[in-house]
């Protein structure tokens, strides 16, 4: 059993304060560590291992046997894989277990021959996770673990924690592996300094801290009509001789204090998740919007699309699929207008717009937030105040672009888009390279857009999320 007693993280202040939990490896459990940038996961990691003294509490662990795998694991240079792990043996002859982690992580024995200088980023993590196994951990703490993989090693990476006997703590912005092996989660939240344990899958999380904010805004909702009410009451009579020797006014000042002592710990703060007003419904009438007709298209010798045709109607959901190589980045320039060496033919309707929301950001990296918004959007003062308030942009404006985060860059397109949003989003990958939160908002702001989506997606929860209505099936035989 691994537990902690009113635990305090953090450096010259604390991060988090009073974390009382347990792990058992027994129990199998499969936890998501989740909180934003900053919030204290990896401090909290850190501090579980040892590396790092907790400002206040105690952690206890009774025949448990930690194994960390850094977001960013390190091998020695030039050193074979063999001796690299033979290394980490506690007893020569126990060379066999290397045999048995190799195949626990789906590697095989002839990269004990290899320097670990020609290993990939994915092979770098799964040597790794070998020379952790051979120190048979009972719980395992993981970082990031999913960088660096491809959708196989991704796959093979959701079996392995599933089969792991024992328990796992992870950290990752991949939700479609949270959604795949998650049990409980573990939420930081920074304004509260306090850590929130809610048992079940990652989508029952979800649902649950949608479900509390909401309460939450109501109830704080309710008792802000109810001091507005007495304000109002006492403002009007509080020196009116009728009441100048009642004990009401008395009575009205404190229930006014009592409802703001209540309304207090239920202030609204900024939620990490991005959550838009509601826009315009998308309309029920269908309008043509755009036509395409693509004989063929070419890289030299190569034909990387062939026959590819389809209508798009206001406020259509359309998904373009097909393996790597397949042409759907290249199907997505053509309808914008930036591809035109190709046979066939792009229609639009008069007057339709398009935009590209791709997962590599394409405003000027040396520009600043209220530079790019300011020259874009005609907007007033007080416009594009609420407009960097409502994006959660309001501390960076005078920030360069090539400055901000992943996701922080995605809110400055959105900022554009919303402002002024065209009838068309192209969307390529979209939540590459983005936070758990960021990704969270980007699909948040998705399904309330009124306009057409065509997009091409990897992630699975933003594909359900948005539920196309037409398939565009690109690479097939």
Known sequence: MFTTHSLSI??????????????????RLRVALIG??????????????????????????????LGYLPQHPELPPDTLVGEYLEAHLEESWHAYLIDIALETVGLGQELLLQSTSSLS????????????????????LLDEPSNHLDDAGKQWL?????????????????????????????????????????????????AERARKRADKEARYAQLERQIREIDRWLRAHEFHPKYQFSDRVMSQKKKLADLEALALPLTPVPDPVLRLPTTPPRTEKRRLLLRYDV???????????????????????????GPN??????????????????????WTADGVTLALLSQHCSLPPHQRVEEVLGQRLPLSDTEYHRLLQQMQLLEYRQSRIGDLSGGQQKRVEMALLLASPPDILLLDEPTNHLDLFAQESLECFLQQYPGAIIFITHDALLREALAAEQQVVLGKD
Not at 10 to 27: H, K, N, Q, T
Not at 37 to 63: E, M, Y
């Open 10 to 27: 953090g450096y010259s202040y604390p991060l988090c304060e009073g974390i009382s939990l347990s792990l058992d490896s027994a129990a």
């Open 36 to 65: 934003p940038n900053g919030s204290g996961k990896t401090t909290l990691i850190q501090t579980l291992l040892g590396r790092q003294s907790p400002l206040a509490g105690s952690v206890t662990q009774h025949g448990e046997r």
């Open 158 to 206: 959701e079996g392995f924690i599933e089969g792991f006997n024992g328990s796992v703590v992870l950290i990752s912005h991949d939700r479609n592996l949270l959604q795949q092996v998650v049990t409980s989660v573990w939420e930081l939240h920074p304004h509260t300094r306090q850590l929130e344990l809610t048992t079940g899958s990652y989508a029952h999380w979800r």
């Open 121 to 140: 980023g994915g092979q770098q993590m799964r040597i790794k996770l070998a020379e952790i196994l051979l120190q048979e951990p009972t719980i395992l």
């Open 295 to 321: 004989a063929e298209k070419r890289y030299g010798q190569r034909v990387v699309l062939s026959a590819v045709s389809g209508k798009v109607y206001s406020g259509q959901r359309v998904e373009i699929s």
């Open 325 to 346: 190589g397949s042409g759907k980045s290249t199907l997505l320039q053509i309808l914008r207008g930036e591809d035109t060496a190709y046979s066939g033919h792009v």
